[in-house]
């Protein structure tokens, strides 16, 4: 079992920057890879940003590359989003993920996410 809490979000006019963190009960040692996902009322959950665990590696959904930077702190079990730029359609409920299964990215545990919004 591993759990997730989300804290960081908040409200931010168009331009700001706001960091999310993601502190996990278990960590890389567990973990294939953690995400952000985002969900928009009235849209379907969107994968953000990707990291594989062992080895750091990165990948961004196209619209946010250039403006969002997910990093993780092994020492602390915790998970960044650094959100920069941000826009009002950046305005979403942010949810950490983790998946174990080497392989695959497909998440088993989820936080409870944080709100971000994004006035104009």
């Known amino acids: 079992q591993v759990q997730l809490v989300e804290s960081g979000g908040g409200s931010v006019q168009s331009g700001g920057s706001l960091r999310l963190s993601c502190t996990a009960s278990?960590?890389?040692?567990?973990?294939?890879?953690m995400g952000w996902f985002r969900q928009a009322p009235g849209k379907e959950r969107e994968r953000v940003a990707t990291?594989?665990?062992?080895?750091?590696?990165?990948v961004y959904a196209d619209s946010v590359k250039g403006r969002f930077t997910i990093s993780q702190d092994n020492a602390k079990n915790t998970l960044y989003l650094q959100m920069t730029s941000l826009k009002p359609e950046d305005t979403a409920m942010y949810y950490c993920?983790?998946?174990?299964?080497?392989?695959?990215?497909?998440?088993?545990?989820w936080g409870q996410g944080t709100q971000v919004t994004v006035s104009s």
């Open positions: 993920a983790a998946a174990l299964t080497p392989g695959s990215c497909n998440p088993k545990y």
């Open positions: 278990e960590y890389t040692y567990r973990t294939y890879c």
């Open positions: 990291i594989y665990t062992g080895g750091g590696r990165t």
